[in-house]
Structure formats: C-alpha cells, structure tokens
T-cell receptor, first 114, second 107 residues
Framework: DAGVIQSPRHEVTEMGQEVTLRCKPI?????LFWYRQTMMRGLELLIY????????DSGMPEDRFSAKMPNASFSTLKIQPSEPRDSAVYFC????????????FGEGSWLTVV | KNEVEQSPQNLTAQEGEFITINCSYS?????LHWLQQHPGGGIVSLFM???GKKKHGRLIATINIQEKHSSLHITASHPRDSAVYIC?????????FGTGTSLTVIP
C-alpha cells in the first residue's frame, strides 16, 4: 500500500490567495483526520471524517477553513483567503476500526503564506 | 491546560546510551500512541498500546493506565534515533498530543 498521500508537499503562496491541500487515505480506511502542526502549538486536530461524513470540526480555526470528503479516497482542506498565520505543516491521517487504533500519517503539506 | 505532559522536552545522549521519555496525561483514554517525527519529515506511529508493554527492536513502550503514565525507552541509542517523539493518548477518536521530546543522539 502506498500509505496516506498528500499534495502538495510544499506550497508558498501570497496572503489572500486560496490554498487547497489534498489527501488520499489508505484504501479501506474509514477515518480521515486533518491536523496542523506549528512550533508554537504543536499538533492540533482540525477536523475528522468517518465514512466521508465530517464528525468533529471544532478544531477548524475559523470560517476561512473548510474541508470536504466527496468520496472514500479523497479529501481536501481549503483555506480562503490565506493569511501568514496559517503557515504550518498540515498532516492528513487515516485509520480503520478494523485494525484497532493504529493511525497512519501522510508526509505533510508544508504551507508558507507570505 | 495541558492534557499531556512530556519530559524531558529536549534530550541529548551519547550513542549507546539508554534513553527514557516520559508521558503523563490527565484524560481517560482507550489507547496511547508514541509517534516519531524526523526533522522535516512525516510522522510515524511507533507503538499503539492500551496496557502493559510492547517491544519493537530497540524500542520499548510501557503504559500504566491507573497512573495515567507511559514511557518510551530506547536501548543502545543510535544517531538515527534522533527525532522528535510525541506521546499521543487517544480517547474515542480524539488524540491529545504532547509537545514532543526532541532527541539528539551524538556519535
């Protein structure tokens, strides 16, 4: 299995631009998580889906952030408009209840907003 | 309020040394992960445990549910073990993350 695949790996964008981060979970996994990692706050859960349905989005910082999971093999995290304080590493992770609680992370998307 | 406390925050060790990283948490959990993150790299789950002890190569993880405490041990440490180690207790589908322990192993 290819693991959790994220794109882009690195993105530099100007303030005010729209940013879309993409994630392909491991096939067969029914949970998908979006996390943000910064030096100041460490890892934070933004949102997670179960069977493509958003379950908990309380970690989404504000309305500029949105996430979708149109099918079991694809999810997006969108920031519009982006701000410099959104600069962080965004991780997607997935797991299946069939394999206990083991979670698998993608390589992360490194976002810099200038 | 920090649900997860890790210690130490930073650790430098000589190659071959035995290393212990501690994690205390305040939430009721169903399981606990130890995660490893190399500089500039992704995050890998080293262990997921809900009781007792697990061993994988030179790595050993223990958990005491009653005391809400877990430890990660590295025997015969090696420079390639240099990474950030993150304790992540799990309650339901919610992970609580420690701030991480940055380990540097010097040859």
């Amino acid at each position: 299995d290819a693991g959790v695949i994220q794109s882009p790996r690195h993105e530099v964008t100007e303030m005010g631009q729209e940013v879309t981060l993409r994630c392909k979970p491991i096939s067969g996994h029914d949970y998908l998580f979006w996390y943000r990692q910064t030096m100041m706050r460490g890892l934070e859960l933004l949102i997670y889906f179960n069977n493509n349905v958003p379950i908990d989005d309380s970690g989404m910082p504000e309305d500029r952030f949105s996430a979708k999971m149109p099918n079991a093999s694809f999810s997006t995290l969108k920031i519009q408009p982006s701000e410099p304080r959104d600069s962080a590493v965004y991780f997607c992770a997935s797991r299946t209840t069939l394999a206990g609680h083991t979670i698998y992370f993608g390589e992360g998307s490194w976002l810099t907003v200038v | 309020k920090n649900e997860v406390e890790q210690s130490p925050q930073n650790l430098t060790a000589q190659e071959g040394e035995f290393i212990t990283i501690n994690c205390s948490y305040s939430v009721g959990i169903s399981a606990l992960h130890w995660l490893q993150q190399h500089p500039g790299g992704g995050i890998v789950s080293l262990f997921m445990l809900s009781s007792g002890k697990k061993k994988h190569g030179r790595l050993i993880a223990t958990i005491n549910i009653q005391e809400k405490h877990s430890s990660l041990h590295i025997t015969a440490s090696h420079p390639r073990d240099s990474a950030v180690y993150i304790c992540a207790p799990m309650a339901g589908n919610q992970f609580y993350f420690g701030t991480g322990t940055s380990l540097t192993v010097i040859p």
